[in-house]
């Protein structure tokens, strides 16, 4: 059982470039969760979905797009990256009860954008 | 939209000591309240977390107290150590609303 799984660990992308995080989990949860966060900060939702084939907007999701195409995996692009997409990005689950239960976190992407 | 402050931002106590840090929120129908720790490069993990019908929860050397009609709610951490040394971040949920708001944190250090 790996949990919540977050590939990759750390990017570098050059200004305009696209690129993929990929989250999977193997916990059969239903709810699945986008964050971002910068130095400082708490953790602000960028989209999230509440089951396969959905997703909706968070707090900060311009600049960033979200598919569900299976229940297990949640997949967050950035089109054409900002360098104030700089960030850490977090993803996390949590079961079919929504959120008034535990959120499992991954270990969280790295990613610069220059 | 729901509004979440935390308090201080920073704080460092003896170890030994305790630690208290305290959030507000601006939602009423709020009704779930869990803490997170961060250890430096890690992952937030659930360390304690309270319901709207409850007042006060225990866990060892880590307890909640939530005053609904004040709109806050505290992480109380007993005889500090070392390794309570992170960031602690308090969230906020509603029942109908899908999403969690996280305060900006509390960096806490525990000088041994």
Known sequence: ?114 | GENVEQHPSTLSVQEGDSAVIKCTYSDSASNYFPWYKQELGKRPQLIIDIRSNVGEKKDQRIAVTLNKTAKHFSLHITETQPEDSAVYFCAVVKTSYDKVIFGPGTSLSVIP
């Open chain 1, 1 to 114: 059982n790996a949990g919540v799984t977050q590939t990759p660990k750390f990017r570098v992308l050059k200004t305009g470039q696209s690129m993929t995080l990929l989250c999977a989990q193997d916990m059969n949860h239903e709810y699945m969760y986008w964050y971002r966060q910068d130095p400082g900060m708490g953790l602000r939702l960028i989209h999230y979905s509440v089951g396969e084939g959905t997703t909706a907007k968070g707090e900060v999701p311009d600049g960033y797009n979200v598919s569900r195409l299976k229940k297990q995996n949640f997949l967050l692009g950035l089109e054409s990256a900002a360098p104030s997409q700089t960030s850490v990005y977090f993803c996390a689950s949590t079961e079919l009860a929504g959120v008034q239960e535990t959120q499992y976190f991954g270990p969280g992407t790295r990613l610069l954008v220059l």
